[in-house]
């Protein structure tokens, strides 16, 4: 037998994959390891959403009490899910477990998202903190950011820099706005950036890298900015 003839299906066979939720085998249809029933578990975001954070609303009106009282130099934010139940597992092991060909199932997301609420437009991948690509050998923003352009054409400009390798997590909502604003830079100064270009970040919690990235983008010429995020928490 020919191994480099067998059918894509056979060789599926040969090498099971495996849910990363539920550990059931994966239907050899897709690319990523995430069954069909898992997959219909994750919720979706669906309208109405506070434009700021991107949270569903449910009684408010306009946008939610907590995003009211700050100023935000973005325009409209949209995430895919809520980070809680299936959403928060799947992202968790995108993220931190390092399940990469779980971006194959994400972009696909995420390029169904973009054409619906961004069409046309560019987008612009939140950068990692220095090293952490080196460390952990990948980031996983620039992953889905390199499969939405190669598999779903979709137009992507890494302008920005982040200086700096404090993580924003142990810091409170005050400390993330001001260490943000001084963690980001263009890639280098004059550089031309898009006019309404739309951000790429993975777990939104204040919107301080948010507006810290728009802010400059604004400042480089920018009129408006928007976010699409995998998650808000
Ligand atoms: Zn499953
Ligand atoms: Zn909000």
Known sequence: M????????????????????????????????????????????????????????????????????????YGRVEALYAYAGSAKDLVGAYKFAGRTSLAYFLADVVAQRLRHSFPGRVLIPVPPRPGKRKANGWDQVDVLATILQRRYGIVVMRVLKRRGRSQQKRLNAQERFANAARSYSLIRRAITVPADPVLLDDVITTGATLSACASILRAAGATTVDALALATD
């Open 2 to 73: 020919n191994l480099i003839k067998l059918p894509r299906a056979a060789l599926e066979i040969l090498v099971p994959r495996f849910c990363v939720l539920c550990a059931g085998f994966v239907d050899s249809a897709h690319p990523w390891p995430l069954c069909d029933s898992c997959a219909a578990t994750l919720a979706p975001i669906v309208p109405p959403a506070c434009p700021a954070c991107g949270r569903a609303l449910i009684s408010e009106v306009g946008m939610c009490v907590r995003c009211r009282s700050r100023d935000r130099p």
